[in-house]
């Protein structure tokens, strides 16, 4: 019991992240960050 108080916030911030990320990959929101970096990229070098 005393680790889970040592440790009670890492544990949940780790929890909301995991959370988060599904969410994420579930709204597909990958590849919307995908597809602007690649446009970043080809605006760096000067094609897009």
Do not use: D, P, Q, S
Not at 8 to 37: D, N, Y
């Amino acid at each position: 019991m005393n680790w889970l108080k040592e440790k009670g916030a890492g544990v949940l911030l780790l929890a909301g992240g995991i959370i988060f990320l599904v969410i994420g990959c579930i709204r597909k929101e990958h590849l919307t960050v995908l597809e602007k970096a690649i446009r970043i990229c080809l605006e760096c070098i000067g094609i897009g």
